[in-house]
């Protein structure tokens, strides 16, 4: 026996040593957090109870959410419409970097905004193992074929000029531009037809009905409104859109659970609550004291309170970064109906709404939640903008990002794991786009409008007339505010501090410019490593 005991000592050497690698190249994966995005659509400031202890309804979960995590009061979307801030959300950046107008895509709109080759946040996960999923509105565009294999353009029209075994799958779709599965629709799943689904990249029941809105309910007598007319998929579902989404996401979390319980997940949840027309599911009906829209936006809190229940459920509560944001403020009627018919306020005090260069129009909930690395309770005055969730992300998962991926994006990890001193800020400045592209630049609390007037809505008449200003500097070509002291808007300083004045003007030239615009630091570091079960701190 004795002349064999070396080799044994040395397989069984050999075993440990293998072993030992796998348990380690196993925890070094699992200690990566699984990452989940819930972003909602046109859910303003003044939206949830946690921001606004007005409000005519409650939020109990994302409430619960906020006080277990942190809560970001100055947090913005890149753009005060859908499509330009869901590309600052993949791709880190403003629409500007594209060369291409701001704009909402409508029937078969595209091509996306995401670019061939441009690194998406799915992409960045990917490149450090993780499997990826996107469930929702997509509406970033899309390319679609007609019979003749030529591009169409956007348009309800067209949507019957679609080649479907052409056009997919769909040469820019969420499957390549990094999501493992996706399970979406092109435009907003209620108000924009083309309305099919398209999962992974494919159309499995095209658009062959014509849709009437006078088949929805209408609760209210008129929160149907934006609703449009033109086709639809047989089987497509209107009034519990968000709930298809919620099962969607929820699936594809379990599934990758038991198909790779050794690897991280990142995924988005996209919602369409609370953008028009506003449909809660029956579920929801009645239950708030502030009409359909209380209910709808009550509904969306009770779905994140499921999704969050879930992941505890399954065990992977403590290792799960969820992230709460909006695309932008609230809808223009849904603002006004919502402060006549229930004193709320769903731009939270904030001048402007949805399409608006003004506060209302862009400043939006922004909730993060990690327990044990997030401190609870904790809420940040930073500065932040929905394009920084890509460098934010890609620091919490060890990813040192090239200078020209994500040129718009600020890490803010350290200000949610408490580790950065909160009255330093992160950001020296912030650039939004309003409705017609038009820019504005925040630095600290100096607010510079580079357009004259709202930047989206007119206020001359209508239902909007009633929250018209008088302009105090009605020569003036921009707009020039210091929150500190005139948070709601009033006081064109355009004239009077023309030295701050032409500083923002200079500063929003710069980063701007193409093709070297940028607004985001270079050589950003990642907070973690791969391996890292804690965070690093942060070396003043």
Same mark, same amino acid.
């Given at each position: 026996?004795?002349?064999?005991?070396?080799?044994?000592?040395?397989?069984?050497?050999?075993?440990?040593?293998?072993?030992?690698?796998?348990?380690?190249?196993?925890?070094?994966?699992?200690?990566?957090?699984?990452?989940?995005?819930?972003?909602?659509?046109?859910?303003?400031?003044?939206?949830?109870?946690?921001?606004?202890?007005?409000?005519?309804?409650?939020?109990?979960? #994302?409430?619960?959410?906020?006080?277990?995590?942190?809560?970001?009061?100055?947090?913005?979307?890149?753009?005060?419409?859908?499509?330009?801030?869901?590309?600052?959300?993949?791709?880190?950046?403003?629409?500007?970097?594209?060369?291409?107008?701001?704009?909402?895509?409508?029937?078969?709109?595209?091509?996306?905004?995401?670019?061939?080759?441009?690194?998406?946040?799915?992409?960045?996960?990917?490149?450090?193992?993780?499997?990826? !999923?996107?469930?929702?509105?997509?509406?970033?565009?899309?390319?679609?074929?007609?019979?003749?294999?030529?591009?169409?353009?956007?348009?309800?029209?067209?949507?019957?000029?679609?080649?479907?075994?052409?056009?997919?799958?769909?040469?820019?779709?969420?499957?390549?531009?990094?999501?493992?599965?996706?399970?979406?629709?092109?435009?907003?799943?209620?108000?924009?037809?083309?309305?099919?689904?398209?999962?992974?990249?494919?159309?499995?029941?095209?658009?062959?009905?014509?849709?009437?809105?006078?088949? #929805?309910?209408?609760?209210?007598?008129?929160?149907?409104?934006?609703?449009?007319?033109? @086709?639809?998929?047989?089987?497509?579902?209107? $009034?519990?859109?968000?709930?298809?989404?919620?099962?969607?996401?929820?699936?594809?979390?379990?599934?990758?659970?038991?198909?790779?319980?050794?690897?991280?997940?990142?995924?988005?949840?996209?919602?369409?609550?609370?953008?028009?027309?506003?449909?809660?599911?029956?579920?929801?009906?009645?239950?708030?004291?502030?009409?359909?829209?209380?209910?709808?936006?009550?509904?969306?809190?009770?779905?994140? !309170?499921?999704?969050?229940?879930?992941?505890?459920?399954? !065990?992977?509560?403590?290792?799960?970064?969820?992230?709460?944001?909006?695309?932008?403020?609230?809808?223009?009627?849904?603002?006004?109906?919502?402060?006549?018919?229930?004193?709320?306020?769903?731009?939270?005090?904030?001048?402007?709404?949805?399409?608006? !260069?003004?506060?209302?129009?862009?400043?939006?909930?922004?909730?993060?939640?990690?327990?044990?690395?997030?401190?609870?309770?904790?809420?940040?005055?930073?500065?932040?903008?929905?394009?920084?969730?890509?460098?934010?992300?890609?620091?919490?998962?060890?990813?040192?990002?090239?200078?020209?991926?994500? $040129?718009?994006?600020?890490?803010?990890?350290?200000?949610?794991?408490?580790?950065?001193?909160?009255?330093?800020?992160?950001?020296?400045?912030?650039?939004?786009?309003?409705?017609?592209?038009?820019?504005?630049?925040?630095?600290?609390? @100096?607010?510079?409008?580079?357009?004259?007037?709202?930047?989206?809505?007119?206020?001359?008449?209508?239902?909007?007339?009633?929250?018209?200003?008088?302009?105090?500097? /009605?020569?003036?070509?921009?707009?020039?505010?210091?929150?500190?002291?005139?948070?709601?808007?009033?006081?064109?300083?355009?004239?009077?501090?023309?030295?701050?004045?032409?500083?923002?003007?200079?500063?929003?030239?710069?980063?701007?410019?193409?093709?070297?615009?940028?607004?985001?630091?270079?050589?950003?570091?990642?907070?973690?490593?791969?391996?890292?079960?804690?965070?690093? /701190?942060?070396?003043?």
């Amino acid at each position: 026996m004795r002349q064999f005991s070396f080799p044994a000592t040395q397989l069984i050497c050999a075993v440990l040593v293998i072993t030992a690698f796998i348990f380690t190249t196993s925890l070094s994966a699992q200690t990566l957090p699984n990452i989940i995005v819930v972003y909602a659509d046109d859910l303003g400031y003044g939206d949830l109870s946690c921001y606004n202890p007005k409000a005519a309804y409650q939020t109990p979960r #994302l409430d619960q959410m906020a006080s277990e995590g942190i809560k970001f009061t100055d947090a913005h979307s890149p753009s005060t419409i859908c499509s330009p801030s869901r590309y600052g959300l993949y791709s880190g950046q403003q629409v500007c970097r594209t060369g291409r107008g701001s704009r909402a895509f409508e029937g078969p709109g595209g091509p996306s905004y995401l670019k061939p080759g441009e690194l998406t946040i799915a992409e960045m996960a990917k490149k450090q193992g993780y499997r990826t !999923g996107v469930f929702g509105k997509w509406h970033v565009g899309l390319t679609w074929l007609d019979q003749e294999g030529k591009k169409l353009g956007g348009g309800f029209k067209n949507s019957l000029l679609i080649d479907y075994e052409k056009s997919c799958p769909l040469v820019d779709g969420p499957n390549n531009r990094g999501f493992d599965e996706s399970f979406i629709t092109p435009n907003c799943p209620t108000t924009d037809p083309l309305y099919v689904y398209i999962e992974n990249g494919r159309v499995p029941s095209p658009a062959s009905l014509r849709h009437k809105r006078n088949n #929805l309910p209408n609760p209210g007598g008129k929160w149907r409104w934006d609703n449009d007319e033109g @086709w639809m998929a047989p089987d497509y579902r209107f $009034v519990d859109a968000d709930l298809l989404f919620y099962d969607k996401t929820i699936q594809f979390i379990k599934n990758h659970r038991k198909q790779f319980p050794d690897k991280p997940f990142f995924t988005v949840f996209s919602t369409q609550i609370s953008h028009a027309p506003v449909l809660p599911a029956p579920e929801f009906n009645g239950k708030t004291k502030a009409g359909p829209r209380g209910d709808f936006v009550y509904q969306l809190d009770a779905l994140v !309170g499921r999704l969050l229940d879930e992941i505890k459920r399954l !065990g992977i509560d403590e290792n799960t970064l969820v992230l709460f944001n909006s695309d932008n403020g609230p809808e223009t009627l849904h603002t006004d109906w919502m402060r006549q018919d229930y004193a709320h306020d769903a731009a939270g005090g904030w001048r402007g709404m949805k399409r608006d !260069g003004w506060e209302g129009g862009h400043r939006v909930p922004m909730i993060a939640r990690w327990p044990g690395q997030i401190p609870a309770g904790k809420t940040s005055q930073q500065l932040t903008n929905t394009t920084d969730i890509f460098a934010t992300v890609a620091s919490a998962i060890g990813f040192e990002m090239p200078d020209n991926v994500a $040129v718009d994006s600020y890490d803010m990890l350290g200000v949610m794991l408490g580790i950065q001193n909160e009255n330093e800020p992160v950001r020296p400045h912030m650039l939004t786009q309003s409705f017609r592209g038009e820019f504005q630049i925040r630095q600290g609390e @100096w607010k510079f409008l580079n357009h004259t007037g709202s930047g989206g809505n007119k206020y001359d008449k209508g239902n909007l007339q009633k929250y018209a200003l008088p302009e105090s500097a /009605p020569q003036a070509k921009g707009q020039l505010y210091n929150l500190a002291v005139d948070p709601g808007e009033t006081t064109n300083l355009y004239f009077t501090e023309a030295k701050k004045r032409e500083e923002l003007q200079s500063l929003l030239t710069k980063l701007t410019t193409q093709p070297d615009g940028r607004s985001a630091p270079r050589g950003r570091k990642p907070i973690r490593t791969q391996d890292d079960d804690q965070p690093k /701190p942060i070396v003043k």
